[in-house]
């Protein structure tokens, strides 16, 4: 790994993938113990676009049946939060009385996945449970923390593994941080 340039910012090695990698096999094997003998056939709701890498990795390491649904949501500018979740695709619509299990990149205040928390809620789903890769537990602001998490990390950004920086870096098999 060595420091990349993406746009006018460049970035430096943080989270190798061996680490990830790892990391997605955990997630997977708490995933697989509450679902595996369950009658439950949950949905993975993949937030687009940051969470189709970790969302795929993990979706080839689960023993159970799932379904899985898409929603695209935004609240970044650059390398800021708006501080307004906005859906940009409709919310998936055949969720009435299922087990919904949120599939996230990163979260770090919880603002997003508590806006689609309340969207999925709305739509008649039975449960919500939040996996995510990455949690930035610093500025994390939720009594209740995801039920599945990758890696906890610094209060830092970052690009790579689904992560970008004005749409750039998504494809980086490694995370980088902000030089």
Do not use: H, W
Not at 86 to 94: E, S
Not at 123 to 152: Q, R, S
């Amino acid at each position: 790994m060595e420091k990349i340039t993406l746009g006018d910012k460049s970035f430096v090695p943080y989270i190798a993938y061996t680490r990830i990698n790892d990391a997605i096999d955990n997630v997977a094997a708490k995933l697989n113990a509450d679902f595996k003998y369950s009658d439950q056939q949950p949905v993975l709701l993949c937030i687009l676009s940051g969470a189709i890498m970790f969302c795929s990795e993990l979706m080839k390491r689960l023993e159970f049946n799932c379904t899985l649904a898409t929603l695209k949501v935004s609240s970044y500018s650059g390398t800021q939060s708006t501080g307004i979740v906005r859906a940009v695709t409709p919310i998936p619509t055949d969720l009435q009385g299922k087990t919904v299990i949120i599939v996230e990149d990163i979260v770090d205040s919880g603002r997003t996945v508590n806006a689609v928390t309340k969207m999925i809620e709305d739509a008649g789903a039975a449960k919500v449970l939040v996996c995510t890769m990455l949690l930035k537990p610093e500025v994390y602001k939720n009594p209740e923390k995801p039920a599945y998490v990758g890696l906890e990390i610094g209060d830092r950004f970052i690009v790579g593994f689904g992560l970008d920086y004005n749409e750039l870096g998504r494809n980086l098999k490694d995370i980088y941080v902000l030089e």
